[in-house]
């Protein structure tokens, strides 16, 4: 089974709020709520593929220093199997705006529980409610 590299992110705010992204009509599980990231290409680490990301999807900037490894997915899909690291970031430079018209939400930690995710992401939302 082919193995998917993704990189993921909890963009936290000052208020403690964690950025959620909805996956646009056209894609893979349309409608469901995720953290902002997405597939390493060959070449990149996780880090460099996150920074690039958080700038094409949010059109902010962040550096690798400010992320701070977390925990991570491992979820098997039908046709694929999903290996997802997911980072804390608090400082970034710019506001999220969505840039492939994507509705962005923040949600309080003990909210999370309330959007339908994709399956990888379920098992996440507790660790980092803990950890907030």
């Known amino acids: 089974m082919k193995i998917v590299l993704v990189s993921a992110v909890a963009l936290i705010d000052r208020d403690g709020r964690v950025l959620l992204t909805q996956r646009p009509e056209g894609k893979a ?3 469901l709520w995720e953290f902002p990231g997405g597939k390493v290409e060959p070449g990149e680490t996780p880090e460099t593929a ?3 990301e958080l700038r094409e999807e949010l059109a ?3 550096w690798e220093s400010c992320l701070a490894p977390l925990t991570f997915a491992s979820h098997g899909y039908d046709d694929f199997h999903l290996l997802m690291p997911l980072f804390a970031c608090r400082k970034w430079q710019g506001i999220p705006a969505p840039q492939e018209k994507q509705a962005l939400k923040w949600v309080r930690a003990d909210a999370l529980r309330d959007y339908p995710m994709p399956p990888a992401d379920i098992p996440l939302v507790p660790i ?3 950890w907030l």
């Open 29 to 31: 599980m349309a409608g």
């Open 50 to 52: 996150l920074i690039r």
């Open 128 to 130: 980092l409610r803990d």
């Open 60 to 62: 902010i900037d962040t």
